[in-house]
T-cell receptor
């Protein structure tokens, strides 16, 4: 069974450009999470969805960041306009419905974003 | 608010040594979940274990073992007979429960970089 898929794996862009990160969760998982990892702040939850609906976006740093989940198998995280301080590794994770394995989050390989 | 503290920033051991990674957590909830994740040099996050707050039994999986003590709010992780392949950053994480269901927000500690030297 395929794990969480993220694309691109690496992204280098210039300040001011729009960046779109993509995620495909594990089939059957109805929770999807976006995290950001930096040396300074560690792993931070940005936003998470349940059944395609955003549940908590309190971690989204500012209006330049937006996330969507148009269907159960696809989500995007967009940064517009990007800034050098957005440089980080962005992880997507998914989790199955409440069950004995509740809360177990499966992470994708991450997208390493560099904003010049 | 929930908080996870991993006081050890870096640990270096020689192969075959035992090593314990500390994790202390803070939460006001009586229902919560604790996790350990491994992040090897390749960068992905690998799930190791989940423990709920009502299960204080220690767990052993091969060379890995976990010691959960609610009295000290700790969830420590021990690797026995460490190997070079164990070199990674290890994260402890906490998810608070809530009435009627689980809160899926994971709060991570800062991580402990473990280096196992041959």
């Amino acid at each position: 069974d395929a794990g969480v898929i993220q694309s691109p794996r690496h992204e280098v862009t210039e300040m001011g450009q729009e960046v779109t990160l993509r995620c495909k969760p594990i089939s059957g998982h109805d929770y999807l999470f976006w995290y950001r990892q930096t040396m300074m702040r560690g792993l931070e939850l940005l936003i998470y969805f349940n059944n395609n609906v955003p549940i908590d976006d309190s971690g989204m740093p500012e209006d330049r960041f937006s996330a969507k989940m148009p269907n159960a198998s696809f989500s995007t995280l967009k940064i517009q306009p990007s800034e050098p301080r957005d440089s980080a590794v962005y992880f997507c994770a998914s989790s199955p419905p409440p069950s004995g394995r509740a809360n177990e989050q499966f992470f994708g390989p991450g997208t390493r974003l560099t904003v010049l | 608010a929930q908080k996870v503290t991993q006081a050890q920033t870096e640990i270096s051991v020689v192969e075959k040594e035992d090593v314990t990674l500390d994790c202390v957590y803070e939460t006001r909830d009586t229902t919560y979940y604790l996790f350990w994740y491994k992040q090897p040099p390749s960068g992905e996050l690998v799930f190791l274990i989940r423990r709920n707050s009502f299960d204080e039994q220690n767990e052993i999986s091969g060379r890995y073992s976990w010691n959960f003590q609610k009295s000290t709010s700790s969830f420590n992780f021990t690797i026995t007979a460490s190997q070079v392949v164990d070199s990674a950053v290890y994260f402890c994480a906490l998810s608070e429960g809530s009435s009627g269901g689980s809160n899926y927000k994971l709060t991570f500690g800062k991580g402990t970089l473990l280096t196992v030297n041959p």
